[in-house]
């Protein structure tokens, strides 16, 4: 009752900061550094709140308006603050190669059933297409009711276009396989990591049991080892996320974000609209404790959001999703290969984006070219998430593709990093539903586990070492 009463408290005056900060915008009766200690005061609040209550993401989400607060009052000293979550996200790439390879193994040569593995791969990706096609869709739906880049002009202080690397359609085909799996984990190629422990599995479960036994059990001590090393790890997780905070916001400051602002809404509008209508209702199709999965995704979600790293949320999304009900052998099959095929905020901002280009460039695209566009998008967008800046590769090709100019580009590059935290989050989010749905059709989710009240009451619990 009494953290209700405080939580309540906190937000109110939260809000009343915000408000006063909104009509000095507009009025501008104040200057910042007299507003400042109101900002100080409703931080203070959420920090006592975040101690009271002692569970990680609400101490995520305290450090994420620490990480604001600072950004905006100190913007110099926020701008070297992206050593904290560099820290953080090195850490957390120094667990996926290993939890990957462990989770796989054991849930491959662990139960011996090839067959299952076949069929948990087609069915994983039978929904990765039919959910990033939805999203296609969505995201064009949305730009064209919006019509986020009509009246946009070029700006005039554009600086150099980053260099990117093309990418045939061989190069594409040849980045999932591993050729040095020391090279592929040194550089965080999940799919190929992916590729190289499901051959790694297949071939220990051809093995007699003699031969399997000490690998299998190694695997899954190796499994269990990386779920503490993550535990560890996540006690860095508000520092590492309210540097990354304070790191964007002091870089990119709160007013320069006005010019492509639409677009952002417009965004996240549209990513809204997917998990309303495309999420919701397969998971009420498939039957899942909807109360749970949110409770279970919560922290994966958070961490990708304010990291812009699906990579962060990978150990936590693992773990969260087998004490919800996903078998092992699916979650850790089904999360690493959706990182490469499963992209849904990804696709849904490559369709919204490419038109905004054609849009800003005042180029009317028929339905019949923008439907082109969709199919092409839809094809070109699997499998290359290990591609640096893959998205940005697979949106300038699209560009080049149908003569669009590139200037459109400068407006979406300033503002990427708050399209990046929610298109990344929901990447994770929908790889979590992906694992629980497989999971139901392949009629091992575990119902008692999914529907127990208490599942995750200690979850995201700051517990003692």
Known sequence: MRDKFLFKITVVISILVILIHGLNYKFNFASDLALMPSR?????????????????????????????????????????LDVLSNIFLRLIK????????ATLVVGIAGHSNLKQVGRIAWKSLVYFYFATTLALFIGLIFINIFQAGKGIHAP???????????????????????????????????????????????????????????????????AETMFK????????????????????????????????????????????????LVFLPIAIFAKLNIKNLIKAVSEPFTLAFATASSESALPKALKNMEQFGVPRKIVSFVLPLGYSFNLDGTTLYLSLASIFVAQACQVDFTFAQQLFIVFTLMITSKGVAGVPRASFVILLGTIASFGLNEWPLYIILGIDALMDMARTSINVLGNCVASAVVARWEGELDEDKMNREDIFSNINELEEL
Request: charged fraction near 10%.
């Open 94 to 101: 120094s667990i996926i190669a290993p939890l990957i390879f």
């Open 229 to 276: 090393f993550t535990n560890i790890v996540m006690y860095f997780a508000p520092l590492g996320v309210g540097g990354a905070i304070a790191y964007t916001v002091g870089k990119m400051g709160i007013g320069v974000l006005l010019n492509g602002i639409y677009l952002v809404l417009t965004l996240y509008g549209a990513l809204i609209a997917f998990v309303l």
């Open 40 to 80: 100080i005061f409703s931080i203070v609040l959420f920090i006592y709140y975040a101690i009271t209550k002692k569970n990680l993401p609400v101490w995520i989400l305290v450090s994420m308006l620490i990480g604001v607060v600072v950004g905006y009052d100190f913007p110099g000293f926020a701008s070297k």
């Open 156 to 222: 005039s202080d554009m600086g150099e276009m980053p260099k990117i690397q093309q990418q045939t359609w061989q190069d594409i085909i040849l980045h999932i396989f591993p050729e040095n799996i020391a090279k592929s984990i040194a550089e965080g190629q999940v799919l190929q990591v992916v590729i190289f422990s499901i051959i790694f599995g297949i071939a220990l479960a051809m093995l007699n049991e003699k031969m399997k036994k000490p690998l299998v059990d190694f695997s899954e001590s190796l």
